[in-house]
């Protein structure tokens, strides 16, 4: 049991609500998403970092972001594990980063919670509807295709598409 800071649901419940606020900003207010952002990750964010809402997170203070970041309306930052994101990163409309899930095993299912960092590396782009899961790491330079969903590491300055992601060529 915690017994300092706040608990899991609460900190879920206060991501919940901060986005809740940030979905309600007008696009062309973007000093506002901008102050709300850092609020929902508990740090300043980079002037040039632009967001289209809605978006969704499950902490949100476990997020952290580059300069020139562009994020793309209906996108999902599930950051139990933590998610770090480079510089000049361009994430499509929809993509997911889930940084953490359940255990396989039945019997474990509702007893735990598994997390590993999601590292997206400098000047990568994630396609729409692209997922990527705990653990990944994404080198820079790096596309991920539309719907693909990346279950294991790419090398730097490569091509991924498909479920699960495989690397189609070099860039």
């Not at 692209?130 to 994404?138: E, F, R, S």
């Amino acid at each position: 049991m915690e017994t300092s800071g706040p608990s899991f649901r609460e900190r879920v419940v206060r991501a919940i609500g901060v986005t809740e606020r940030l979905n309600k900003l007008p696009y062309d207010d973007q000093a506002a998403i901008l102050a709300t952002w850092s609020e929902l990750t508990g740090q300043p964010v980079d002037e040039t970092f632009h967001l289209i809402p809605p978006v969704y997170s499950d902490h949100g203070v476990n997020v952290r972001i580059g300069r020139n970041v562009f994020v793309n309306q209906g996108c999902r930052f599930n950051d139990i594990g933590g998610i770090e994101i480079g510089d000049r990163v361009m994430i499509g409309p929809d993509v997911s980063l889930i940084s953490s899930g359940h255990p396989v095993a039945p019997a474990e299912r509702r007893k735990g919670i598994t997390a590993a960092p999601i590292r997206i590396g400098h000047d990568v782009w994630i396609g729409a509807s692209a997922m990527v899961l705990q653990g990944v790491t994404v080198g820079e330079d790096s596309v991920i295709g539309a719907g693909a969903v990346v279950t294991r590491d790419v090398p730097p300055r490569m091509l991924v598409v498909g479920s699960p992601a495989r690397v189609v060529r070099t860039l």
